[in-house]
T-cell receptor
Framework: DQQVKQNSPSLSVQEGRISILNCDYT??????FLWYKKYPAEGPTFLIS?????DKNEDGRFTVFLNKSAKHLSLHIVPSQPGDSAVYFC??????????FGTGTRLTIIP | DVKVTQSSRYLVKRTGEKVFLECVQD?????MFWYRQDPGLGLRLIYF???????EKGDIPEGYSVSREKKERFSLILESASTNQTSMYLC??????????FGSGTQLSVL
């Protein structure tokens, strides 16, 4: 039972353009959402998060949008850079530190 | 910077062997976690610990056990390794919020 889903296993974007990564969830109890980024041979690193009381959170080139009614969140990267090529995982939880992760999307930025 | 160190980068074991995966964190974090990462399945929580000698099952605890005798160390034990336990194993720690700090992972192959 995959409660957090990333339906696009991979995505290719031209350098300088916008990258949009999507994530859907089924558990309406989730109230905190995070994005992690993973390079090969390294562990995931925290990128950005959003609480369910907000619908947008921005940090530099990265913005996360949350649509609670659709149970959908997205990560926007503008402008995309070659160093953004990585696997991105969305994650969610409710009231504790136990995160439920999605399946990941491999983002490739084309120079 | 938080450092989470996993003792082995690559490990090859035989079916039926007892396997120990070690993880050490240097930031006095209360919480520690073991995940496995598999293609198409994302990161799945095996076990976690909120304190020394405390442990709780995650989503896929079958075939695994854990030990936390000291705050900084969290060990994952495969009592009798099987081929379906071939995977990337990721240890993480946190201060008590949702931002996990991950180690670089141990790629375990069970032959």
């Amino acid at each position: 039972d995959q409660q957090v889903k990333q339906n696009s296993p991979s995505l290719s974007v031209q350098e300088g353009r916008i990258s949009i990564l999507n994530c859907d969830y089924t558990n309406s109890m989730f109230d905190y959402f995070l994005w992690y980024k993973k390079y090969p041979a390294e562990g995931p690193t925290f990128l950005i998060s959003i609480s369910s009381i907000k619908d947008k959170n921005e940090d530099g080139r990265f913005t996360v949008f949350l649509n609670k009614s659709a149970k959908h969140l997205s990560l926007h990267i503008v402008p995309s850079q070659p160093g953004d090529s990585a696997v991105y995982f969305c994650a969610a939880n409710f009231g504790n530190e136990k995160l439920t992760f999605g399946t990941g999307t491999r983002l490739t930025i084309i120079p | 910077d938080v450092k989470v160190t996993q003792s082995s980068r690559y490990l090859v074991k035989r079916t039926g062997e007892k396997v120990f995966l070690e993880c050490v964190q240097d930031m006095d974090h209360e919480n520690m976690f073991w995940y496995r990462q598999d293609p198409g399945l994302g990161l799945r929580l095996i076990y976690f610990s909120y304190d020394v000698k405390m442990k709780e099952k995650g989503d896929i605890p079958e075939g695994y056990s854990v030990s936390r005798e000291k705050k900084e160390r969290f060990s994952l034990i495969l009592e009798s390794a099987s081929t379906n336990q071939t995977s990337m194993y990721l240890c993480a720690s946190s201060l008590g919020d949702e931002k996990l700090f991950f180690g670089s992972g141990t790629q375990l192959s069970v032959l």
